[in-house]
């Protein structure tokens, strides 16, 4: 028996696919609120909550150990010799020489070398294969990008007690090398068990320093010799001047002798440009300037007292804090001062009173940076208080281009050496600015925060990309900056150069309409106060007054005199012509 269930349902109440179209408004059900119904419910207060669809989830960190590589070096000597030959004997070298030379063999060695050398010499001079062919191309490419800065290494100080980075300078041969002074420059809060040592730095390997400096006394700037690598110049805490060779070792070559020294830190150290590469000349803030040969440090070689009043009295001295000397301008060097001066001198004049040439008075606190712009080198860069600015040496009165007012102190600064338009900037919030002035004069054109503590100190490498920023905490940052901020631009120097130009002569005009101004108020005054002079002077003598009041009293009684006359005439004359009528 087949058992069968029918199942019945209406068409309209199956499940069907939904078709959307294109149609007015039309109102199905229009529900007006019940006003009774409004107590049965209670109002509430309304509240914002977010909601998140996603998964939590968490970032997270993780430091790994950093791979230690060591350097180490081979000796080579000289070999190939054959036994019965003592390679170190000099005659029996020249006699194995000569007998080789006479050989047949070793003539037609010599011209198959010589072919395939002239062969390879042929190729160098056909192809230069580190020329870059597409400079204009990459040129344009690297415009476009946005300015960047990325972080390559961190040089920590190595000691548990961190000092601050007081001074930089990169090895003069490719910037492969760091030396870094530390230093810490807080008055009367050096702890007992701080370092005195500062370190050399290779780029590549930052765990721990190539070579340690052994100072006396902390060093507070140090300065590579250009012209040979191997040597260091160092300023100490105590004023002395320390002079080191890397191929001898961590313990300074020579010390200057304390008597001859300087009498506070030495704040900044450079070497000149001479014939021997053994002159340099240092700073301090017991406002003397003192010319050293390394190869003798007994005692100065030049001293300059930097007395605003030409006198080189000591007490009334400038502290100095910068210095600045150009190679190309052999006599002249700029001094920054506590005061907020730049002082600009001449090395080569007789007399104290005129090696100091003139002054520039533009910061309301230490100048911590000077340095002219390696393109321009009549236009200088200064940093000090709040502020950036930039001068022209032909301009005394104020600064022809300044930054507006930061919010924390700038303790550095430094042109681009490849760019003339590029400066950079270092501030104690720890952020390093970068300035385009044909960009934007007002705001960087990039800021980047390097570190969490202070930085107080700024060197850029030659080649313009690689920069190093010390901290207050001893950390040196090495960052890395991006192609257009680092290679030249089309016609900038152009630019730059019309720029500086327009600049100094809107100073001039203005320098020119202020002096009209000054002059007119001045004189105004004198003649004002002659005025008063004359009027008081007048008050104040006797014999005028006595003068010009006997002088009043008689022209008073000669008027009388007139008019009493004049009256006693009149009657007579009416009585005459009185007496005709009758």
Partial sequence: MEISHVYAKLRREFGRQ??????????????????????????????????????????????????????????????????DINPKDLEQTIRFRKKVEKE?????????????????????NTIDIYKQYLEEDEEVEESSELPSAKTINILRDPN???????GLSWHPDGGRKLAAAYCSLEFQKTPKDMSLDSYIWDIENPNCPEMTLKPESPLVCLDY???????????????????????KGSQP?????????????????????SKTGTDAFS??????????????????????????????????????????FEPTMPTKFMVGTEQG?????????????????CTYDGHHGPIYALQRNPFFPKNFLTVGDWTARIWSEDIKESSIMWTKYQKSYLMDACWSPVRPSVFFTVKTEGVLDIWDILFKQSDPTLSVKVSDKALHSLRVQENGRLVACGSHSGNATLLEICSGLSTLQKNEKSLVAAMFERETKREKILEARQREIRLKERSRSEQSREDEAGREDGEDNPDQLIARAESDFYTL?????????????TPQKTVKKGKRKI
């Fill in 225 to 247: 010799n250009p012209k040979d690598p191997h040597t260091l110049v160092g300023g100490s805490y105590n004023g002395q001047i320390a002079y080191w060779d890397t191929r």
């Fill in 104 to 124: 047949e063999n070793y003539i037609n060695s010599l011209q198959y070398l010589g072919i395939v050398m002239e062969h390879c010499i042929r190729q160098n």
């Fill in 253 to 273: 070559v020579e010390y200057s002798s304390m008597e001859h020294s300087h009498r506070d830190p030495v704040y900044k150290i450079i070497w000149l440009q």
């Fill in 341 to 357: 001066l730049v002082v600009s001198c001449n090395r080569k004049a007789k007399t104290p009173a005129e090696k100091i040439v």
């Fill in 18 to 83: 939904c078709l959307f179209s294109d149609r007015p408004e039309e109102v199905m059900v229009d529900i007006h609120p019940v006003p009774s119904l409004a107590s049965e419910f209670i109002l509430k207060t309304p509240k914002d909550q977010a909601v998140q669809a996603c998964r939590d989830m968490s970032e997270h960190q993780a430091n790994t150990e950093r791979f230690e590589s060591s350097s180490c070096g081979i000796n080579h000597v000289e070999g190939g010799w054959p036994k």
């Fill in 283 to 324: 700073a301090s803030t017991d406002g003397q300037v003192l010319w050293w040969d390394v190869r003798k440090l007994s005692e100065p070689t030049e001293r300059l007292v930097l007395d605003p009043g030409r006198e080189g009295n000591l007490d009334k001295a400038l502290g100095a804090i910068s210095l600045e």
């Fill in 557 to 569: 009684v000669e008027a009388e005199m007139r008019r009493r006359e004049r009256r006693e005439e």
């Fill in 160 to 166: 548990e007690v961190k000092r601050t980075i007081t």
